[in-house]
């Protein structure tokens, strides 16, 4: 009896602490997304209590005095073109440093994971020289290209550790059967490791579709902001803020955050476990 007691009690205060974490998480977002809904008075006066009314009127605001529109369309440009880039770039160095031989692959895996210690802010300056001189200033591909290069190591150190979990026999048999590189890659390697590129997909889409840095420093036209920076236009004469139209924005903003890592919750877990443990 004590034993099962003591279980019990376990359980019960496992289950306190988790209950307990769900809610410090989720406080946030849900307040959010009903503040969303309610009134700039409300908001002003009582800004953390239960809302008493709900109003669309936040929303109205922003999609017909902003161009909130305009800031995801880019943002989502930007999201796809650097997705894809990650994505492909990432795998395939990945697979010639995991599975290929060759001199020296050791040291340009080692150079890429220097990338992790880098800091956005101190590349700024001269980024910003470079892309002044070139052109890039002010363009889409002036946010796409930092943002590839410093998500790149992160990427790559996921597939190599999922790559090194893929037998050699396989890729063996595959050349005797008289299979190319690429056939190897495209037929073999990138079905094997669907869950390591879902994961690497939402891991990233999260930090690039919340990019403010590099939006900030290299975009000066509104036509190309993305929603990140585009939330400053909520901001009137004198620093005064509609924060019924900032929050409708920001949970707008969020949504697709949110749904992807909902939906690939589970491809994730998998993705970054899967290669952890080599039999």
């Known amino acids: 009896m004590d034993y099962i007691l003591k279980k019990r009690i376990r359980k019960c205060v496992y289950w306190s602490v988790m209950i307990?974490?769900?809610?410090i998480q989720a406080y946030p977002i849900i307040w959010l997304l009903l503040a969303a809904f309610r009134p700039n008075m409300e908001l002003l006066t009582e800004p953390f209590s239960f809302p008493k009314t709900l109003t669309l009127e936040n929303f109205r605001t922003i999609f017909t005095t902003s161009h909130?529109?305009?800031?995801?369309?880019?943002?989502?440009?930007?999201?796809?073109?650097?997705l894809l880039l990650i994505v492909v770039f990432s795998s395939m160095a990945s697979?010639?440093?995991?599975?290929?031989?060759?001199?020296?692959?050791?040291?340009?895996?080692?150079?890429?994971l220097i990338g992790l210690t880098i800091p956005y802010a101190v590349t700024l300056i001269p980024l910003f020289t470079m892309f002044a001189r070139i052109g890039l200033v002010d363009t889409r591909l002036s946010v796409i290209l930092p943002l590839v290069a410093f998500q790149l190591p992160v990427s790559i150190m996921l597939f190599v550790s999922f790559y090194s979990f893929i037998p050699d026999e396989i890729i063996e048999a595959a050349i005797i059967d008289g299979?190319?590189?690429?056939?190897?890659?495209?037929?073999?390697?990138?079905?094997?490791?669907?869950?390591?590129?879902?994961?690497?997909?939402?891991?990233?889409?999260?930090?690039?579709?919340?990019?403010?840095t590099f939006s900030l420093v290299f975009i000066n036209s509104t036509e190309l902001k993305t929603i990140s920076t585009g939330?400053?236009?909520?901001?009137?004469?004198?620093?005064?803020?509609?924060?019924?139209?900032?929050?409708?924005?920001?949970?707008?903003?969020?949504?697709?955050?949110?749904?992807?890592?909902?939906?690939?919750?589970?491809?994730?877990?998998?993705?970054?476990?899967?290669?952890?443990?080599?039999?």
């Open 20 to 23: 307990a974490f769900l809610i």
């Open 68 to 82: 909130i529109l305009t800031y995801i369309k880019n943002s989502a440009i930007i999201s796809v073109i650097s």
């Open 95 to 112: 697979f010639a440093i995991a599975k290929m031989v060759f001199r020296g692959k050791k040291k340009i895996y080692r150079y890429f």
């Open 179 to 212: 299979t190319s590189i690429y056939g190897i890659y495209t037929k073999i390697i990138v079905p094997l490791s669907l869950n390591t590129i879902l994961t690497v997909l939402a891991m990233n889409f999260i930090t690039v579709w919340n990019d403010y």
């Open 231 to 279: 939330l400053t236009d909520f901001i009137g004469p004198r620093g005064l803020k509609d924060w019924g139209a900032t929050y409708a924005a920001i949970a707008l903003s969020i949504l697709p955050t949110l749904a992807i890592y909902f939906s690939l919750n589970k491809k994730m877990t998998a993705g970054m476990t899967l290669g952890a443990v080599k039999s």
